[in-house]
């Protein structure tokens, strides 16, 4: 039953794609090629970034290393490894198939914080932009772009898919009951969320992205019934 009435939003890290994986994949190249000085170097600057603005920017940190390890030849490669990685083979099992079943109710489209470079990239070279038919919004801080997130995807009813509880809490607060949120139960922000006390707490709860596959439209809006 297609309803033209619900949007379901989509998160990346972590929800799709196994964004932990490749920060393991990366802090072992690093080390390979800069030492731990220079590791630990990059992921001081990762975090100073982070903090300054708002969201992860890996290839800004990298250039941050440019003036203390400009004549470290292997530096010049790290920008590739970044941007060449294989994200295709590290989206979670099942999560295509199940943007494909969402999508037989619901528009689907992609809402992910990040740069403007990186993080786009990722979502094309994975399989999610096409997957999604090119309806991808990034953004700084998601619970702060909702005005923007309703203009372009314009819907009686929401939903959102995320491993992050408490972002999800937050945008139930801003959206009321014209959004249902779902919780994915992977990746370390998940884990770190465990036994925390959530206010509201989500309206559905999966162990892994693959499970969304078993819930029908009604699970995600209540208007829908089945």
Not at 70 to 79: F, K
Not at 89 to 114: N, V
Not at 117 to 127: A, D, E, N, T, W
Request: hydrophobic residues 45%; contains cysteine.
């Amino acid at each position: 039953m297609l309803s033209d009435g619900l949007v379901i939003l989509l998160d990346v890290d972590n929800t799709l794609f196994d964004n932990d994986r490749f920060k393991d994949d990366l802090a072992a190249r690093l080390l390979r090629d800069l030492g731990n000085a220079g590791s630990d170097l990059y992921w001081k600057c990762y975090e100073d970034v982070r903090a300054q603005l708002g969201y992860v920017d890996y290839l800004a940190a990298l250039q941050r290393l440019r003036g203390p390890l400009e004549e470290t030849p292997a530096l010049l490669q790290l920008a590739s490894f970044v941007l060449d990685y294989p994200f295709a083979d590290h989206l979670y099992p099942g999560a295509l198939d199940a943007i494909a079943h969402l999508g037989t109710f619901a528009t689907t489209a992609i809402l992910s914080d990040g740069d403007i470079v990186f993080q786009p990239r990722k979502i094309q070279r994975s399989g999610l932009w096409d997957a999604v038919q090119g309806r991808v919004a990034i953004t700084v801080h998601k619970e702060q772009a909702i005005s923007a997130v309703r203009a372009r995807f314009p819907a009686r009813h929401y939903a959102m898919v995320d491993d992050k509880p408490q972002l999800l809490a937050a945008m139930k607060r801003c959206m009321g009951d014209t959004l249902t949120t779902v919780f994915v139960k992977q990746g370390h922000y998940a884990a770190q969320a465990a036994g925390a006390a959530l206010e509201p707490s989500p309206d559905r709860v999966v162990e892994g992205i693959a499970d969304v596959r078993a819930l029908a439209a009604a699970a995600f809006n209540p208007y829908i019934r089945e």
